[in-house]
């Protein structure tokens, strides 16, 4: 016989009830992914465009030691979109009387991320590679970096193939050639008088006419002074000139002209791809260039701007490391004069743009 009051029997336990519960106010209480993704997203996409320009510069510095086209690609916009949805349901049912005594629950949770982040590359080409890597540097952006604290005896070694007719030494294997020990001579003099800070140095650009070089002095001890006149003397400039004319050119027109022959970005990636290290084999099948002749006499001046090593297996421990040819080429992150110098061409790179920058392709991205 059917008892006379019906059983009311819940479906949930209070527990579960309480967990369910929390795990919706969790959810409902998550915000917006904006904020952590500018904190994750800025420093990884930083991280990962300053390690793939450094492998990219080395391996096409690489890729011209074996006569290998080298190919540039700029990262000329990252767009990053992220969506997330949840969703959370609860449900219960009883059932009351006999004989429908029961138990039925239910329980739903539904979530999903997406990160679709958009990357434009663009290849230098066309006039901007003629730009960017064929056209030799400007001497006033040679001398601007100098004004601004960078080591002048690097500048000029790297950037500069003569001044004045004084010849720097090169290792490619089209116009190899010792240098003229005046330049050397000259390259340790004037880092002896910007160390000094006793004889400045200072650009004008009046208008659409040649840079002037101005030489500061202020108050130039016996050392310096002798020092400014050993430069004037190698260069062939006037000893009292204060106003020098600073020109692109491979010898000066009078004794107050400063005539700067530079490299372009393109030249300066060839003399450091001539002392890269290759593997032995390589070079006995000859799918590398020879390395250069070396000069006599050597001196400290002519050892490798940048050392790139190479070996069999991946390096454990190195600053740029790059695969090529079943091989791997790197420089060692301890080596801290590679790794100074090689940075140092990354803001050559920079300053090799000349001229109105390409626009960027216009990206519409759908807002979640």
């Not at 027109?253 to 001539?274: C, G, H, K, Q, W």
């Not at 421990?317 to 992150?333: E, H, K, M, S, T």
Request: proline share 8%; charged share 20%; glycine share 6%.
């Amino acid at each position: 016989m059917p008892p006379s009051a019906p059983k009311i029997k819940c479906l949930l336990s209070p527990t579960r009830i309480a967990t369910l519960l929390a795990a919706a106010f969790y959810i409902a209480g998550c915000t917006t992914l904006g904020p952590a993704s500018v904190q994750r997203d800025r420093t990884d996409y930083g991280g990962a465009l300053a390690t793939t320009w450094k492998e990219q510069t080395l391996l096409n510095i690489v890729k011209l030691r074996y006569g290998d086209a080298p190919v540039y690609l700029d990262v000329s916009s990252v767009i990053s979109s992220s969506a997330m949805e949840s969703q959370v349901s609860l449900g219960a049912s009883w059932f009351s009387g006999w004989p429908n005594d029961g138990n039925s629950q239910a329980i739903g949770a539904y979530g999903r991320y997406t990160d679709r982040p958009t990357i434009s590359y663009t290849p230098i080409s066309g006039e901007k590679f003629s730009r960017y890597l064929l056209q030799p540097l400007s001497p006033a952006a040679v001398f601007s970096l100098i004004q601004a604290g960078y080591p002048i005896d690097r500048v000029l070694q790297l950037t500069t193939r003569a001044v004045n007719g004084v010849y720097n030494r090169s290792a490619s294997t089209v116009r190899a050639r010792a240098a003229d020990p005046r330049f050397y001579q000259m390259l340790e003099t004037l880092r002896r008088i910007q160390r000094s800070e006793a004889l400045g140095m200072r650009i004008n650009q009046p208008g659409d006419k040649e840079n002037t070089l101005i030489i500061v002095n202020r108050g130039v001890p016996d050392a310096v002074s002798n020092d400014s006149r050993a430069v004037r003397e190698i260069l062939n400039l006037r000893p009292d000139a204060t106003e020098l004319a600073l020109t692109f050119g491979m010898v000066q027109r009078n004794d107050t002209e400063v005539a700067l022959l530079t490299r372009s970005m393109s030249e300066i990636f060839v003399e450091l791809a001539a002392t890269a290290e290759v593997p032995p084999i390589h070079l006995q099948e000859g799918r590398a260039n020879p390395a250069p002749p070396e000069p006599d006499p050597n001196s400290l001046w002519d050892q490798p701007l940048v050392r790139i090593h190479s070996s069999a297996t991946r390096p454990a421990d190195a600053y740029a490391a790059v695969p090529y040819r079943g091989y791997w080429f790197w420089i060692d992150d301890r080596d801290m004069r590679s790794k100074s110098e090689f940075l140092f061409i990354l803001v050559l790179f920079s300053l090799a743009e000349t001229g109105v920058a390409p626009q960027a392709p216009v990206i519409t991205v759908p807002a979640n």
